[in-house]
């Protein structure tokens, strides 16, 4: 990998992150030390803070030839000749000696670099002794890869038992699944053609979670007053997680490294449920729904029960107008387990174990409801919620969690949200016209990070969805929805205390989980589909869909960057500014679904 480092801010705290994470999975990397033009560029300052933060031997393999606004050229150590710029395009460059003022300090970097190359083979090393300083002849080869999908397949049954009663059942299997890779190869080649040195690292991190299920919802209308359903779910979830490492280097004949480990942590679990509801009308202005689910987890000799009750209340005001009132508590009996911010395929599910609870929530929610003239509906509705037994990860494992000790790498803590949600609409035959607005507040309590309630990472304070669908003929329909939201928070560095040693970088502190807003995020989905009858009097659907069609690049990462910008104002030498970067541009799909 290529590392790009300013020649004025030099490593930055991001930098560190970044280059730990290549540590741990053995990523060469180059580093790259760019706007040597910019005032406060100093090519030498950068090498030393890259000696000293990144705690490695930095070798150049190339020299600026001035700095600022007198910087010329490079030194190409290994060619040993200077690359001149004769204008500002960078169309006029010519190949040249040294200059005479530089020829001291370029042969001794590349003597630095001969030897320190040289140092990792006896062979080369001769050579180089021997007056031959041919450095060619090695070849390296970095590939990684990142997938995921999911297969569903099910068998329904409906059947009606008399016109007041009925049930439908289905028999299903999914699977979702999910593989990250890392792979590189280096070789060195003697003069003879053979390989006299090279290495492999391989690393791979799969998940799968496949489910095995059976659901039957009955429906009964004993008389016009009550609505009765219930129901039976019986699932089987399989969880395989695993990590494989594989590295090995040969400096023939000797084998310097064989490393071949191997993590996975296969479980299993099964999950019953019960439910029974009654969709009461006890009036003309009064209707209840009042319900009752069971659940239980049985899952590596540890066996968990929920009960959950469930209760809605619809009052009618008038013709147009309703007031309802709801309540709910859930469980979550599965756990995903992720140890970044970012929405990557590199979590995994498990169960519950008798270290991990399942995660529970209740939940209080009332609002308003109104048909307008016009075909337009509003409503607007409050909620409040608390949650237990809450998941966050701890430690530093890179980009994935580790899979044989994901229940010491968590803690458990609670959450509440609060907020309002509302919506308005308008719908005829052909169109149909819809916003969303929320506006919440979500926060997190985890005794391990901090003491007091601080914000969810996901406490988006505003959030504004538009979506329009147009009917065009029979076949032809179009649709279009824009989704807005307020930025999501991250933990970064936020307080620095310098010593007032000028040139010295400053400590960094972070204040309180979550400080660092996220920029906005948003953008505008676009497609349409076209329906047509087949031969055989089969419904096709052919869809053409934009994600994202304007390509806004919305961040999905954010951090603090330390600028260096020495000045009489600044004695301390450095600013501070927040950065960001996202990765998802526009992607269009094309589908084709076949009903029979």
């Keep these: ?139 390296y080869d970095f590939e990684w890869g990142l997938g995921w999908g999911n297969f569903v397949t099910s068998l329904n049954w409906d059947y009606r038992f008399n016109p007041s009663h009925e049930m439908s059942a289905k028999v299903y299997f999914s699977r979702y699944g999910s593989l990250f890779s890392m792979y590189d190869y280096y070789e060195y080649r003697g003069d003879d053609g053979k390989v006299e040195n090279y290495s492999i690292s391989d690393n791979r991190n799969s998940s799968q979670t496949s489910d095995i299920g059976f659901r039957a919802d ?59 509801e009654d969709e009461m009308t006890l009036s003309d202005w009064f209707t209840a729904n009042v319900g009752l689910r069971y659940s239980s987890l049985w899952a590596q000799n540890k066996v968990y029960h929920n009960i959950q009750p469930r209760a809605a209340l619809r009052f009618a005001v008038g013709d147009n107008t309703s007031i309802k009132m709801s309540y709910s508590e859930m469980a979550q009996n599965n756990h995903l387990v992720s140890s970044n911010y970012l929405s990557l395929p590199t979590s995994f599910w498990m169960p519950s174990t008798d270290k991990i609870a399942p995660s529970k929530s209740r939940q209080l929610s009332a609002g308003v409801y109104f048909n307008l003239p016009h075909n337009i509906k509003f409503n607007v509705e409050g909620y409040g919620k608390t949650m237990d037994n809450l998941l966050e990860f701890r430690g530093k494992w890179g980009i994935y969690p580790p899979i044989h000790l994901w229940e010491e790498s ?127 009097g089969n419904e096709s659907i052919w869809n053409l869909s934009f994600y994202n069609a304007y390509c806004r690049i919305n961040p999905i990462i954010a951090y603090v960057a330390e600028r260096y910008d020495f000045t009489e104002e600044n004695l301390a030498g450095f600013n501070f500014v927040g950065q960001a970067f996202g990765i998802i541009p526009i992607i269009p799909s094309f589908s084709y679904t076949l009903k029979f």
């Design 218 to 276: 009955f429906s009964y209308r004993p008389n016009a007053s009550h609505h009765i359903r219930y129901g039976t779910l019986l699932q089987y979830h399989f969880y395989s997680p695993e990590h494989t490492i594989f590295n090995y280097e040969e400096y023939a004949p000797v084998v310097t490294k064989d490393e071949n480990k191997s993590y996975s942590n296969h479980a299993e679990s099964f999950e019953p449920a019960v439910y029974i």
């Design 410 to 536: 968590l803690v458990v803590g609670k959450g509440r949200s609060w907020g309002l949600e509302s919506e308005l609409s308008w719908a005829d035959s052909k169109t149909s016209l819809t916003a969303y607005y929320t506006l919440s507040w979500s926060q997190r309590f985890f005794e391990d990070f901090y003491q007091f309630w601080y914000k969810d990472r996901n406490d988006n304070r505003h959030k504004l969805t538009l979506t329009g669908t147009r009917r065009i003929g029979k076949k032809l329909e179009v649709y279009a929805s824009w989704n807005y939201h307020s930025g999501g928070w991250m933990t970064s560095q936020s307080q620095a205390i310098w010593e007032g040693e000028v040139g010295k970088w400053p400590e960094m502190f972070f204040s309180y989980p979550n400080n660092l807003q996220v920029p906005d995020y948003h953008r505008l989905d676009l497609g349409c589909n076209f329906h047509k009858t087949t031969k055989r």
């Design 1 to 139: 990998s290529v590392t790009v480092l300013c020649a004025k801010g030099g490593v930055e705290p991001q930098s560190e992150t970044v280059w730990r994470q290549a540590d741990e999975y053995k990523v060469p990397r180059m580093i790259y030390v760019n706007k040597m033009d910019i005032l406060g560029a100093n090519f030498y300052r950068v090498l030393d803070m890259v000696k000293e933060r990144f705690n490695c031997n930095a070798v150049p393999i190339q020299l600026p030839i001035g700095e600022e606004s007198s910087f010329k050229g490079i030194i190409d150590l290994i060619n040993n000749n200077a690359i001149m710029y004769y204008d500002d395009m960078g169309k006029d460059v010519r190949i040249e000696e040294i200059p005479a003022e530089m020829a001291d300090k370029a042969a001794e970097y590349r003597n630095n670099l001969i030897e320190s190359v040289a140092e990792l083979d006896e062979d080369l090393m001769m050579k180089y002794f021997e007056g031959e300083e041919d450095l060619s002849g090695s070849m």
